[in-house]
């Protein structure tokens, strides 16, 4: 009868562990880093604002009510509200802002408005609110604009451009990166000369001023920004690919690639830029939050997303003027605190996956 020889718990799990693959280490080192896990799980709750934008809003963005027109935050409003539309899913106004209501009667309810004139209007141009009542108590959290646009609703939907505008331009930068820098490393010569050369053209000019020639070239507008900032934003990722590249190309697997008759882009693409995706991740998070400072940076100059469009940016310039003036601080606080956040976690998750990706790291 054979015996059986048992083997330790210690020696089960190195072998187990040594089955592991590189994500897996990756992910690990990660998740242990808690900064970098909050700054995930922010960037992620932004973006579930950002596409649920119009269920959790609880006004429409645009909607202005010169009556309300910068109140501060947790203001509350009396209205009537209209019985032919839904509160907030209309630009056009559909409600009545009342500053005291004065009474009713079978037919009528008379009230004062904002211009302190008596008025009355038909009960069935109106709809009763949950209480039975025609009149209703409406709450703006963060306060209203210069326009009495809610700042809540504008903040949300800001979200919206700030991550999409930033997301696209990456985009862009991005795979122009790849493409020029893949380029000029594997082929050298010419072709590197020449892209190095565009590079540091590029590289001459301050970024923010390059991203605003480019939009004053372009025009005003949501197009026009992403693309003004995906054309400034390519260098780094060139320059990242063109050095990854420039060692990869050397390996004995891409001399095989060569043997076996592969063609240029099929190795550069199919061998060599799978291998330079870990670098690159981490420098798309640093463009991110690059990118969405240059949209609020031009929104504020007013050469991005133009009104009545919601902008983290534009919010600011609405209301620095009453900062200056010692005057409902939120129209500025609340953007601002938006964009530190948004930013902040960004460069939170793109030191994690910095260090995460680092194979220097075995814990």
């Known amino acids: ?25 990756t992910w690990l ?41 910068s109140k501060p935050a947790f203001f509350k409003a009396l209205v009537l509200i209209k019985s032919d539309k839904k509160f907030s899913g209309s630009s056009d106004r559909n409600f009545i802002p009342v500053k005291k209501l004065i009474g009713e009667n079978n037919e009528t309810v008379k009230y004062i408005d904002y211009l302190d004139k008596e008025k009355e209007i038909s009960k069935t141009e109106l709809k009763k609110s949950g209480n039975d009542s025609y009149i209703q108590s409406v709450l703006f959290v963060l306060g209203t604009d210069k326009y009495g646009r809610d700042l809540l609703s504008r903040l949300i939907f800001g979200t919206r451009i700030s ?7 990456q985009t862009i930068a991005i795979l122009t990166g790849l493409i020029l820098g893949s380029f000029s490393g594997y082929f050298r010569g010419f072709p590197d000369r020449v892209i190095m050369w565009l590079i540091n053209v590029v590289w001459a000019f301050p970024s923010i ?10 025009g005003k507008g949501f197009w026009q920004a992403f693309i003004a900032i995906g054309l400034t934003g390519w260098v780094d990722s060139a320059r990242l690919v063109r050095g990854q590249v420039f060692s990869i190309r050397e390996s004995e697997y891409i001399e095989a690639a060569k043997s076996a008759g592969f063609g240029s882009l099929r190795i550069i693409f199919r061998h060599i830029l799978p291998n330079c995706t870990g670098p690159l991740i981490v420098s798309a998070t640093a463009g991110l939050a690059n990118a969405i400072i240059f949209e609020a940076s ?24 009453y900062m200056i003036t010692g005057s409902n601080f939120g129209m500025v606080l609340w953007p ?20 995460a990706s680092d194979p220097k790291l075995k814990k």
């Not at 009868?1 to 280490?25: H, T």
């Not at 932004?46 to 959790?56: D, R, T």
Request: aromatic content about 8%.
């Open 1 to 25: 009868m054979k015996s059986q020889i048992q083997i330790p718990d210690e020696m089960n799990a190195k072998v187990s562990e040594k089955g592991r693959s590189l994500r897996y280490y």
């Open 29 to 69: 080192r990660f998740r242990r880093n808690k900064s970098a896990v909050a700054g995930l799980i922010v960037l992620a709750f932004l973006i579930i604002i950002a596409l649920s934008a119009e269920l959790i809003s609880p006004f429409n963005p645009d909607l202005q009510t010169l009556e309300f027109a």
């Open 163 to 169: 991550l999409s505008v930033g997301l696209i331009s």
């Open 209 to 218: 001023l390059l991203v605003i020639a480019i939009s004053v070239v372009l």
């Open 298 to 321: 031009l929104s504020f100059l007013g050469l991005g997303v133009q009104p009545p469009t919601s902008s983290w940016g534009q919010m600011v310039f609405d209301g620095y003027k």
């Open 336 to 355: 601002s605190i938006a964009i530190l956040i948004t930013v902040f976690s960004i460069n939170l998750l793109g030191d994690g996956l910095r260090d």
